[in-house]
């Protein structure tokens, strides 16, 4: 755990790495889903992923069941990204990408596919920004469902997911209009983090 | 001019591959797809894929591609949600109801410096995935049904009588109403055994169970509570009429005797009746309350029906 904590400096260094690729995620989402879509200031914290649900639900309020997909990227840092949403809130969630349907009536689909392609969009923005600003180019293997109706505490089952660490990067998405709330976390493997660190400390040497 | 040993790649691999830009030019297009819909990369690339394809679905495949081109990041598609994007034949003869090749997509940016130049779609035959999922949920379907049958007479096991009598009963709790419960047992059934031998005995139970199912109505819930006990649950019945029917299962069980390996073999049955009424903790109860007018009906000399007084 020790040596895969952030320094204080690579922390704030990530913390505005992760500012500047949210602001970026933030300007390719509008023009993607015709929307101003607000995306907070994210929040960072490396956890044991055993207190991965209990400092989530201290970040984000949430006391209800969730709905989480997740999906793996890689690079030589690698990891998963968990899109985790209230279940109540799955259908503005979906209305996010819905838009263009309307006029097709016969194009249907269905919430499950919108529920991936909104996962997607919303990881796949936030996760290449980041990665980018490290230099990398992520290769995302295809989004699946974790579960529709899960407690925070199931999402973060140790003995299920591969990781101990989590990098735990919380953002909430917000419309105009409707507001609603979705957290992105990824979650990353010892040596993953490591490698960040490196990262991180090439960044800051050559400020 | 010699292919690159990349160009030998994409042209054998399992997978379909082929590239679009912006405007859904195709730019290049692989052997796989070339062999499964018939049109081969001199015939496709250089125009609009819905110029060669016009049933594809254009809302969704042009918002993809530029969420792609937008986003700089990947975009999917997978069968469950929808089943392919080409309709391509599969290679199974026998597939029990997939109509077309199930198909796996991936959308990549192809990207020079931080511009994506043009995106990659990759197709997966998943089609036996597809099959094999559809047989372990039809497997699964059968279990469940088997989980809930009698193994000897095919009707209801105890198990599923009592969950659905669970139900009924705290239905009757928030809704009132009526609600009754028959439970017979066939007389001297030991004897029977005994007397003839265990394979009689089931075609007994086997052929007593069908008669009273086929007499029985189609919303009342009948099962076997073990060995040759029987359970009636009648929704909606007050205790008269349960009687009624109570007498109706009597005389369809001793009217006929039953043959059994070249053998006739007379038949009887005891009934007990009880309806829920108001005090009743509990399903449990009902039911003791329709065992012991089941016991008063055998002390009474057995075939013949009582309700609970």
Redesign the interface.
Known sequence: MRETALTEDQRDALQEIANLAMGQAATRLASLLDTFIELSVPRVRVVRVEDAARTLRDMTGIDEPVIAVRQGFRSDIKGEALVICRSSGVGNLCALVNDPYVHSAYESVSQAELMFDVANVLTGACVSCIMNQLDRTPIFSAPGLLGEKLALEDVFQADVLAWRTALLLEVNFSLEDKTFRAHLIMLMAEDSIRRMNEALNAILSSL | MEQSLSDLVIERVGFGIFVLDRSMKVLMWNRFMQDNSGMAAEQVVGKSIFDSFPEL????LT?KV??VF?????????W???PYLFKFDHDRPITGGVDFMQQ?C?F?PL?RG?EVVAVCVTISDVTHVSVMQREREEAVVKLREYANRDGLTGIANRRFFEARLRDEFSRWQRYGGELSVLLFDLDHFKDINDRFGHAVGDTVLRVMAQRVADAVRAQDIFGRFGGEEFALLLPCTPLADAMVVAEKIRTTICDTPVEAEGMRVPVTASVGGAAARAGLPGYEVLINEADAALYSAKRQGRNRSVALA
């Open positions: 679905p254009r809302v969704w918002r530029e969420s937008q986003l700089g990041s990947f975009a999917f598609s997978s469950e949600q929808r796996d991936t990549m990207t931080r």
